[in-house]
T-cell receptor, first 112, second 116 residues
Framework: AQSVAQPEDQVNVAEGNPLTVKCTYS??????LFWYVQYPNRGLQFLLKYITGDNLVKGSYGFEAEFNKSQTSFHLKKPSALVSDSALYFCVPGSTLGRLYFGRGTQLTVWP | GAGVSQSPRYKVAKRGQDVALRCDPISGHVSLFWYQQALGQGPEFLTY????????KSGLPSDRFFAERPEGSVSTLKIQRTQQEDSAVYLC??????????????FGPGTRLTVL
């Protein structure tokens, strides 16, 4: 079974600064991890996923995530935040059942 | 290419009315999922189809909820005798493969249902 935790309900960052949205995982077996983003009044959009291979995964909109096995983390990062990055971010474990389990996510606010 | 589409985008129903929500998945996608997202919460799983077969409906909250995908493409989620607690955003997602822990689900924009 796989589960994840996003320890921060909210993250605030100034535009132009680097941003990190944290995610830690707990799995039995190989971890499969996804990041999704939900902009206001819009559906969920896939950002990136880790299956195997390179620990640094590059995704959409300039986001990347680093899989760290020793720290059991999969933090989402972006070198320079934009106001338009303000959204709700979900770290989601893959499931052999197909269904995805979402937590409450992390609300990112980028202020000008 | 076209993504997942849902209609209507917004639906207002009086308590007790029946509603039908439509999902058009990405062409060729085998798997289709429905999720319910209440205000301030993450999406919660409702049901799953592999082609036309409904393989998992364990997340449907009551027997008032019914979903179908008769030809293995378009799906409809029907809610009978709507209640105020049914107010939520209903999200549809599709993925290329059958159940897989590595396959990406692509989501539609959702239908926001408000029950008065």
């Amino acid at each position: 079974a796989q589960s994840v935790a996003q320890p921060e309900d909210q993250v605030n960052v100034a535009e132009g600064n680097p941003l990190t949205v944290k995610c830690t995982y707990s799995v039995s077996g190989n971890p499969y991890l996804f990041w999704y983003v939900q902009y206001p009044n819009r559906g969920l959009q896939f950002l990136l996923k880790y299956i195997t291979g390179d620990n640094l995964v590059k995704g959409s909109y300039g986001f990347e995530a680093e899989f760290n096995k020793s720290q059991t983390s999969f933090h989402l990062k972006k070198p320079s935040a934009l106001v338009s990055d303000s959204a709700l971010y979900f770290c989601v474990p893959g499931s052999t059942l197909g269904r995805l389990y979402f937590g409450r996510g992390t609300q990112l606010t980028v202020w000008p | 290419g076209a993504g997942v589409s849902q209609s209507p985008r917004y639906k207002v129903a009086k308590r007790g009315q029946d509603v039908a929500l439509r999902c058009d998945p990405i062409s060729g996608h085998v798997s289709l999922f429905w999720y319910q997202q209440a205000l301030g919460q993450g999406p919660e799983f409702l049901t799953y189809f592999q082609n036309e077969a409904q393989l998992d409906k364990s997340g449907l909250p009551s027997d008032r909820f019914f979903a179908e995908r008769p030809e293995g493409s378009v799906s409809t989620l029907k809610i009978q005798r709507t209640q105020q607690e049914d107010s939520a955003v209903y999200l549809c997602a599709s993925s290329l493969l059958s159940t897989s822990s590595t396959d990406t689900q692509y989501f539609g924009p959702g239908t926001r249902l408000t029950v008065l």
